[in-house]
């Protein structure tokens, strides 16, 4: 179960976006107690939480119902955090955990925060198998601001690796391959699920040469339109999933631009400059680990941000002939190919929740859980299609501006 409860903290910042609220469906208190009330009746043996400036208070009330509970607290001044909480019944021990700062994990990403531990199962949980079941699980809030795609590439690039290590280590501990460590992902990633940020989650790998960074997310602020006044850079996108065309090869790319005429063209420069990309753009949405990068100033229009000064490690060589074109803007993650979607599996559309995430300014999916192969999704939670006395969230009966996303998820049986 994932599920951002509404930080008091943050709501107290933000009052417009629950204009039209009663002050007392808001009280930290009562929140704190229908949140509860609602974990308790759903039971999960996994449950993340984001937004959770009461951490000790709730690992004390859920502590009575045979939770245990880590956190990862935020950077940066800010009172909430991510939390993990399992049931102890359900599980042998934690093997391992980690706390993630994003900024402090790398300069510029905001102090956003993740949590990821590792789990044995209980052995009536294992079916008394051979070897013991283990489970890496996290939790993460990505960053909210939709135009700074670059930074919440970043951080969900930065996510995906530290749980794929996580992953490699238990599997080096004892002795298997990383493929058979199971893996469940949840939180609120603050991206649309038609979006290139969820691309990337879902696929592992997105060039950012060819989507906009101001709308990497394609969530709506305050009317905004994605993608400009002409649509161009939706368009674009859409095409791209249409067509395959992330995995096009050079000779398939110099085509693409020509057929789209005007728009197109095969200067990297020239799409980077429309795109709102800039060197520490690209620093963060790709990393520094020097595999490729170091932009001209040719890369800056004058209404983008100008970057920031950088260390040298932060260089790379964008202009290196050993590396395909279609690939020096290239982010990935090290769980490329190896997540699937709970609601997508199972719903009947192919779909994710129709909307998770519902207050004054936003109504709409930005929460989800995965898993790696392994793994298969039985049933999710819905929803509600009405919310009774209420036109948005928290209400009565939500204490929350989100919906919690659930699924139950089993392993699947080896052949033979």
């Known amino acids: 179960m994932s599920y951002n409860i509404l930080a008091s903290s943050l709501a107290s910042e933000h009052p417009e976006l629950y204009r039209g609220v009663d002050p ?6 009562r929140r704190r107690r229908v949140l509860v009330e609602e974990i308790k ?9 984001q937004e959770n400036d009461a951490f000790a208070l709730f690992k004390h009330e859920l502590g009575r119902f045979g939770y245990e509970g880590k956190h990862a607290p935020r950077g940066g001044g800010k009172l909430d955090g991510s939390s993990v ?7 042998q021990e934690i093997r391992d955990f ?13 102090s956003n925060a993740a949590a990821i531990v590792t789990l044995s199962v209980a052995s009536s949980k294992a079916d008394e198998t051979s070897s013991p079941l283990i489970v890496v699980v996290g939790c993460v809030h990505g960053l909210f601001n939709p135009k700074r795609g670059d930074v919440k590439l970043g951080q969900m690039r930065v996510f995906f690796n530290a749980v794929a290590r996580a992953r490699a280590r238990v599997a080096a501990e004892i002795r298997c391959s990383s493929e058979q460590i199971h893996c469940v992902l949840g939180g609120d990633f603050n991206c649309a699920p038609s979006s290139p940020l969820y691309h990337f989650l879902y696929s592992g790998f997105l060039d950012v040469d060819r989507v906009d960074r101001r709308s990497l997310a394609g969530c709506l602020v305050r009317g905004e339109s994605i993608g400009g006044a002409d649509g161009g850079v939706d368009d674009e996108f859409a095409m791209l999933l249409e067509t395959g065309g992330f995995d096009r090869d050079d000779d398939e790319w110099a085509a693409w631009d020509e057929l789209r005429g005007a728009r ?30 170091e932009t001209t100033e040719t890369t800056r229009s004058e209404s983008s941000p100008p970057a920031r000064k950088k260390s040298s ?3 790379r060589s964008h202009e290196d002939e050993s590396v395909a ?31 998770t995430s519902w207050h004054a300014r936003f109504k709409g999916t930005v929460d989800y859980l995965f898993h790696t192969r392994g793994l298969r999704t039985r049933r999710v939670l819905m929803p509600p299609k009405k919310i009774k006395n209420a036109a948005q969230l928290p209400s009565e009966e939500f204490a929350s501006d989100h919906f919690c996303v659930v699924a139950d998820v089993e392993a699947v049986a080896e052949e033979g």
Request: aromatic letters at 10%.
């Open 264 to 293: 197109g063209g095969n200067d990297v420069q020239e799409r980077l400059r429309r795109y709102y990309w800039d060197d520490e753009g690209l620093r963060l949405a790709l990393g520094t680990d020097g595999e490729t990068t």
């Open 98 to 110: 980690e706390s993630i700062d994003f900024e402090a994990a790398e300069v510029g990403l905001r």
């Open 325 to 355: 074109p279609n690939l020096r803007f290239r982010a990935t993650h090290a769980l490329r190919g190896a997540l699937a979607s709970c609601y997508r599996a199972v719903s009947a559309d192919g779909e994710e929740a129709p909307v």
């Open 313 to 315: 490690r932060a260089k």
């Open 85 to 91: 909480f399992f049931k102890r019944d359900a599980f």
């Open 41 to 49: 009746a759903l039971k999960p043996d996994v449950l993340f939480l």
């Open 24 to 29: 007392r469906l808001t009280r930290p208190a």
